[in-house]
């Protein structure tokens, strides 16, 4: 049963050149239709995979930090309803830092948000030119300040591993962050995907990404400043004091089971992957049709299942149990690693066992995508 729920909130009102909604830009929403709808859908998963109480949502997507809050307010009262809360469940909701978002803080807690996730992406006013953001340092400052004071727990992202992005330069940034007292921090590194703005901006040269070499230098400094100041790493990107872990995020890393509700929302509950229809209007016509916003529903292998669990598994600092995935999905636990090949970079310092875990030490979460590859049982790959 699902113990996690995921709402995603499509709606962005300004476009962004990096965002993947654009399409969903809207001056203004029916704020009563889409209540319907998402309470609708959310009775469906409740009914599917209800039983036991919730112990995190998570309000993500779009822009959800403008969503009205009498809808938030809503739909946690009938969440609350149809599954029962933890006494200490965490209820966070992303936001933008911009003060049109920050002005809504005090309602959205006053409608139950208890922890607030605040893309910053940098402390740099040219590097958020750079990235796309619509908000500048200034602001951003100020809506952690806001957030502080309405929400017991608050979040920030940051982006490095930037072009051009020092050592020096990352270590006098990420010390300014680490001193606005957030108890959680997702330092991640700037990617580059494909058929994307900044894919077509290094093509035609606009910029050269940093190289493998000088970024895992940042990411060691990264480990060394966050454990200093008491942030360790739990996960190869997010770091938090002891306690403050995003426990929904770990619900994923974990690999237990969430419902997932809102247009283009995935969800991992009793053995099927679900997803919901990405286009608004798809979606509000597949609840009116069906009483559901599903797009597909398909049943997962156990093989493909444990292959899930390894890969997202091993990107915490706690490793994987072998013997009770095994258990879950009924195989042997040898069947689940290559052996040769954990034994190899165990040899290298880049994995380790203990006493039936096994995880990605510090030296190899650089590495983690092709380690993956390699110590992820050879049957599961091929699932």
Avoid at 44 to 73: N, R
Avoid at 105 to 117: I, M, T, W, Y
Avoid at 206 to 235: H, I, K, R, S, V
């Amino acid at each position: 049963m699902a113990r996690a729920l995921y709402i995603h909130w499509p709606f962005c009102l300004k476009k962004c050149p990096y965002c993947d909604f654009n399409s969903h830009v809207r001056d203004r929403v029916d704020a009563d239709a889409w209540q319907a709808a998402l309470l609708a859908d959310m009775q469906h998963e409740a009914a599917v995979a209800g039983g036991e109480h919730l112990h995190s949502i998570f309000f993500g997507g779009g822009t959800p930090s403008l969503m009205p809050p009498a809808l938030v307010a809503a739909l946690l009262q009938e969440a609350e309803r149809l599954w029962g809360f933890d006494p200490d469940i965490e209820i966070t909701l992303e936001a933008n830092p911009s003060s049109v978002e920050a002005a809504n803080f005090a309602e959205l807690a006053k409608a139950g948000v208890n922890r607030v996730s605040l893309g910053i992406q940098s402390l740099e006013d040219d590097t958020l030119q750079f990235l796309g953001r619509l908000h500048g340092v200034d602001e951003a400052l100020q809506a952690i300040a806001t957030a502080q004071r309405h929400f017991a727990r608050v979040s920030i992202d940051l982006i490095y591993a930037r072009p051009g992005q020092t050592p020096e330069m990352w270590q006098e940034e990420l010390a300014r962050a680490l001193a606005l007292g957030t108890d959680h921090q997702s330092l991640y590194q700037l990617t580059i995907e494909p058929n994307t703005r900044f894919a077509t901006d290094v093509r035609r040269g606009a910029f050269t990404p940093l190289d493998d070499d000088p970024a895992a230098d940042l990411y060691a400094l990264t480990q060394e400043m966050t454990a200093a100041a008491g942030l360790p790493a739990y996960e190869i990107s997010n770091h938090a004091r002891p306690g403050q872990e995003s426990r929904h995020n770990l619900t994923y890393w974990r690999y237990q089971d969430y419902c997932g509700i809102g247009p283009g929302a995935h969800g991992r509950r009793i053995g099927a992957a679900t997803e919901r229809h990405k286009k608004p209007e798809n979606y509000l016509a597949a609840v009116e049709a069906g009483g559901h916003g599903i797009k597909t529903e398909r049943p997962l292998g156990a093989a493909e299942q444990a292959s899930e669990a390894l890969l997202v598994g091993l990107r915490l600092t706690e490793g994987v149990d072998l013997a009770s995935l095994a258990r879950r999905f009924g195989f042997r636990a040898s069947e689940l690693v290559n052996g040769p090949k954990v034994n190899l970079y165990k040899r290298k310092g880049l994995v380790w066992e203990d006493r039936g875990l096994i995880g990605v030490t510090a030296a190899g979460m650089p590495l983690l995508d092709a380690l993956l590859g390699e110590i992820v049982g050879d049957g599961l790959v091929s699932a």
